[in-house]
């Protein structure tokens, strides 16, 4: 059994793909993430999700289950070079009691589109708020520069380093639609338009945000987050998003 | 003693009905479901409560507890089945030093007329806040679409499936009476006007959520919050709760 | 030792008053309770405590202490029948490397004026909003009625039963001073004012809650902290605190 | 070994520095205050740090860490005599996995310029909001007086006592630069200029607030944080930060 330990086997539902004593390991990983995201108000009520790909496998939360309460039993596993056809996926490993997320080929978008390693989506009321006013103006764009948090994010796909603090750190808004797995194609329209932006906000649900690393994903999400609860509070006291202050203020 | 395990015992207060080494047991349940309550400042100060029901039988939150304290020893039970006069309620277990809750014949008609398995009252402050909102403009129901989070819900009474993204999602509320239990009428008033409801609002007071399972109620409970939180926030900022983007926006 | 516990012993700085291995024994309960307050924001930054009263013992937080690092050994303990002259406090027990708290008569006021079982003191936000809102009216009374958490609140000194939904929860605010000790003159004439509260609020400081026992000081000074930021938010969504719902609305 | 304890090694990296079992050991005290501070919101998405001097010995966090997850392994140590020339700084004990904070030669102006104990700096967005209302008004000091949590704060640099309930809390703010390195001098000039803070907010940036002990940074930073909620809440609502109170209101 040991030695079989992270190689997908042929029997036995695969449960050795999701057991394992490395606190790192992503079927542990995902239900620690996901404790955290419940904590923060970003997968409320079985909302949102999280998905960790190593290698050639990716490790999936399922559908439908309370964030805070999930088990590394709960883990879906897929090998990515096996889905040629997203419509008729194969599960090297599923859980017993749930329903693979309709997320699923929007992590896949940001894995193979982006090489990202994790990718996280979230339905964080902040997110959702800026989508709203955005619409206002019909706008698609999330804009924000000169704040220190900016640099948190990675200059973008390939590239090395990070933004700096006079960048304007630039999101999309997608249009949400009934199903989820129906955002894919405009997630992907997304990344090409915006080929730099580690997210994207879909109006009115929430954002995905991803990384190379479990690390960068999820510091990027936070940093997002911050970033969009500041800008809400910003509206509210008539502070503009973007300013000109490439010189000396004082 | 074993083989009595969940079965009404005719002696000794019954406490092997509140005594159970399985974490999913009601009076496990209740305790740690209302610990999180009162993190989510639902239960402040003794405020609301929260009900399962397992087959025939009814395990209650007493009356004037601190929430995050709660324990097992705690909980009443009373067998459905032999509620014939509410005024003459009999608890198979009652624990040695709390009184019932008002909230008892509420949770009753979760139960009875809906079938439900959970049924959770709390206090929170973006539900009492909507029902200020809409008491200006003297409306008796909550009304948001086109938010993700609405998916949370499913399509109501006896019927499969959860609301889509488009349909509006309808909590009606009723006015709050200064006796918790003399809300029961208006409450029943309210699911027969909304079969499909699975919450009531309460006027200046709270909500009441149920759901099929326990899973249900909660994750119900967690999305209205969501969207009470959520509906505010957007009142602060002028956004309406209401709009038509049934067709793609830009 | 055993036999002399809680008794208060002639020597070796009495550290027997703050030793037990019960959870409910004040020198317990007081870092507990502090703990929780810090995570709500009543006790930042070494603002704010708490105090008990057994009989005649009376347990109290120290000053200037992180509150939610606070320890039994922390605590000082004096006799209520021998605080004869204040400017003169003697200490039954006294922690090594702490200064007692300015709290400390404004606590004894509860114990003495109200007979009460535990009083504290937040520096809670809300509360200090609130009074800054009435200050712009110049008024020294907080009113709030028709909202169900005021249920959570006695009718008064040595009278039975809670307030009702209808009743109007009035709390009296005191100016501040520089030094906190010179707030209990304001702070009894303001219990003799409104003999039936059982908080004062302190003007651009916080508050003061108390109660006949534990859990009444806790749930009330929870309950309250609601009321305050519901005050708070509907300010802000233009929604007065006083209303007159004695009949049905709709 | 343990005669070595704190001592400054000549081999193996120096991992003596960073191991002990003392949970008020630096190199221990450093992640369980990067953790509280997590939980704050002040480090999100690895922004902010702390850093400890113990006499000669500077212990701090590192750069780009998630901060809720920071272990004693991952601390930088070097020796404060010995940093003659701060573009040669030489680290004492390095962690294997990071690279050294930015924060550094700003920590280290604290300790050199103020006798700190301890400096840490936050992302909080309150901090960043009051900045933001400041610049509007093309201010580079926030000044907030009468209320109660100012008595939090130290007079200054070598003077007895802490600021009086009337006095006025004065915070220099300086203009965030790209590279944070380059904020010394200015934060440096900022001290010169008032050089009774213990704190200097960075304009679209966050915080640095230090104190002669732990506890005092700790304490200090928690109260400003408060300071800062509180300022921002009463801009919302319409109330000035500065008023004249040295007599009775009403």
Known sequence: MASQKDQPGPTDNNDHLIKSADSQHPANLIPELCRKFWTLGWVTGTGGGASIRNDDLVYLAPSGVQKELMKPEDIYVLALS?????????YLRSPPSFKPSQCTPLFI???TKRNAGCCIHTHSQWAVLVTLLLETVQSDLFEINNIEQIKGFGKGFQKQGNLGYHD??????????????DLTESLEEAMNKYPDTYAVLVRRHGIYVWGETVHKAKTQAESLD????????????GLPWLSDFSFALL
């Open 82 to 90: 096996q889905q040629v056809d997203p419509k008729q996926r194969i």
């Open 109 to 111: 978008a940001a894995f």
């Open 168 to 181: 304007t750190l630039k999101i999309p808004v997608i249009e949400n639609t009934p199903h989820e797995e």
């Open 226 to 237: 911050y970033l969009f609860q500041l800008a809400v509070e910003m509206r509210k006291l």
